[in-house]
C-alpha cells in the first residue's frame, strides 16, 4: 500500500519561511516523479511544484517561481518544498504527489497524472 504523509505546515508571517516534508513507502520511490500542489477554499487544486525522478529536472508554476524550491532524497524516500518569502495568497493545504508513470521523461502537471496523493497539511500566511 501507497503511502505518501505531508508535515511541516503551520502558521508563518508574510515574508516567513516554511519546510514541507513528504514521506513516501509502498512503491519504489526514486522511479516516480513528485509533485506539490494546493488547494486554497474555494479553489480547485491547483499545481505548484514537480522534480524528475532522478532529481535532475524541476518545475514551478509562476506564482512560486524564484522563492519555492522542490528537491528530494531518494535515499530517505522524501520530497521537500522549501517555500521562501510567503505571501497570503499562498495560504492553502499543500499536498504530495506520486506520479503515475514510472521513470516518466520530464515533468508533467495536471494532478489527473499524479496516482498517489497524501493527506494534505494546512499553510496559512498571515498578513
Known amino acids: 500500500q501507497v503511502q505518501l504523509v505531508e508535515s511541516g505546515g503551520g502558521l508563518v508571517q508574510a515574508g516567513g519561511s516554511l519546510r514541507l516534508s513528504c514521506a513516501a513507502s509502498?512503491?519504489?520511490?526514486?522511479?516516480?516523479?513528485m509533485g506539490w500542489f494546493r488547494q486554497a477554499p474555494g479553489k480547485e487544486r491547483e499545481f505548484v511544484a514537480a522534480?524528475?525522478?532522478?532529481?535532475?529536472?524541476?518545475y514551478y508554476a509562476d506564482s512560486v517561481k524564484g522563492r519555492f524550491t522542490i528537491s528530494r532524497d531518494n535515499a530517505k524516500n522524501t520530497v521537500y518544498l522549501q517555500m521562501n518569502s510567503l505571501k497570503p495568497e499562498d495560504t492553502a493545504v499543500y499536498y504530495c504527489?506520486?506520479?503515475?508513470?514510472?521513470?516518466?521523461?520530464?515533468?508533467?502537471?495536471?494532478?489527473?497524472?499524479?496516482?498517489?496523493w497524501g493527506q494534505g497539511t494546512q499553510d496559512t500566511v498571515s498578513s
Open positions: 504527489a506520486s506520479d503515475r508513470a514510472a521513470f516518466r521523461a520530464g515533468i508533467t502537471t495536471p494532478p489527473g497524472a499524479y496516482e498517489y
Open positions: 509502498g512503491r519504489t520511490f526514486s522511479m516516480y516523479a
Open positions: 522534480i524528475s525522478w532522478s532529481g535532475g529536472s524541476t
